[in-house]
């Protein structure tokens, strides 16, 4: 079964009915079916919180965070080890620390990461990258 890891941009993407948001749902109704896994650090859905408060309100931050949790998506908590992996992919390579986050936990959960940043470009060597468009 063929297991994928979003970062915040999917998900913005989807919230937001940006290009790629079709993906996002197809993705989305996939995993609910049992057809492949999902799932997410907790650092980059901090990502996701902290950019809908500041294009909306800390409310409406509340209120989407409750409804992501039900999503066929699984939040992955952040480890000592994680922290140390992201770490080290941070201080390697030109990508932002929480997408270092989504890097790393794709590498230990064996997982492909669905984004459209193009920061993920310089990795693209270290884990497989689904792109959306």
Known sequence: M??????AFPIL???????????????LNQADSGEITLGMNMMNLGEVYYRICRIASA????????????LPIAFISVSDDLVIEAAKIKGRYPVSYADAFAIA?????????VTADPEYEAVAKLVKIYWLK
Request: contains cysteine; charged residues 30%.
């Open 105 to 113: 936990t794709a590498i230990q959960n064996k997982a492909t990461v």
């Open 59 to 70: 409310k409406k931050a509340e209120e989407i965070f409750g409804k992501l949790k039900l």
């Open 13 to 27: 993407c989807w919230l937001q009915q940006e290009p790629g948001g079709d993906t996002v749902e197809n993705l």
């Open 2 to 7: 063929e297991n994928y890891l979003f970062d």
